[in-house]
């Protein structure tokens, strides 16, 4: 789950912050809210976090300062902007942070909601492309394939082909626990489905359908070994909505159920 922290000298906001947010289906974990932005900074400082909401105008540090400082110690981090002012120099500012999202007050829930929405398809989209590189060697690795014979490492190559493939397997990672299909894929990249899968299986030797599966088990692997989650949560996460069929092709994959992996990580 992705880490929040709010912040508001309001606690009246912060509050409802916490409690009307359906932070779950965002796959977000509130990890803080304070009405201190100098208690804030002093906690970005030293906690791993992926998003900031937090209000601009507040004592002694404002909103803005406070995500500078937080930008500094999580790469990435992306930040949404609470105002209870309609102030051109704040929006200004906002923008050049990078911000997600600059929201007026009094808050709407559903523009909150949307803002952390787009919030997450950025972090899901960077995770993906953080996880290509990986991907790739682990492809690599199942087909046994020989040293001299390995595709060069997407972060070293500019070739047109192998950077679509590239795109491709980011975009797998970044959309694991939604539907995934060719003709999704395709559309996305805007090409037709036999070309796209054409390239994909030129350029990484496995078609786009089986690296589907690979890294959706992979994926559900890690969350098994490293995560609490329960197993029919962890079959959803990873774009199964049948957890039997998930733990077939998981045994399948691996030998093991979820559960005999689990207890043996």
């Excluded at 489905?193 to 786009?208: D, Q, R």
């Amino acid at each position: 789950m992705y880490k929040v922290l709010l912040v508001d000298d309001e606690d009246l906001d912060l509050e409802a912050l916490q409690r009307f947010i359906p932070w779950q289906r965002l796959d977000m974990q509130v990890v803080g809210a304070m009405n201190s932005a100098v208690a804030a900074a002093k906690y970005a400082a030293e906690a791993e976090l992926d998003v900031l909401v937090t209000d601009i105008r507040m004592p002694l540090m404002s909103g803005l300062e406070l995500a500078k400082l937080a930008q500094e110690k999580n790469d990435g981090l992306r930040i949404v902007f609470i105002s209870g002012y309609e102030d051109f120099s704040y929006a200004k500012q906002a923008l050049s942070l990078n911000a997600c999202s600059y929201i007026l007050k009094p808050v709407n829930d559903d523009e909150v909601y949307d803002a952390l929405a787009k919030a997450k398809a950025q972090l899901d989209y960077a995770r993906g492309m953080k996880e290509t590189e990986q991907a790739y060697r682990e492809m690599v690795k199942r087909q046994d394939a020989r040293p001299e014979t390995l595709p060069p490492s997407p972060s070293l190559t500019f070739k047109k082909n192998r950077k679509l493939a590239q795109d491709i397997v980011a975009y797998i990672h970044a959309h694991m626990h939604e539907v995934i299909t060719l003709r999704n894929a395709a559309n996305a990249f805007s090409y037709t489905p036999n070309y796209l899968g054409l390239i994909f299986k030129e350029e990484t030797g496995i078609s786009f359908s089986d690296y589907v599966v690979q890294a959706r088990l992979e994926k559900a692997k890690e969350l098994l070994k490293h995560t609490n989650l329960k197993i029919y949560e962890i079959a959803d996460q990873v774009g199964y909505r049948n957890l039997n069929y998930f733990s077939k092709q998981f045994k399948d994959g691996f030998g093991l159920s979820p559960l005999e992996y689990r207890r043996l990580s």
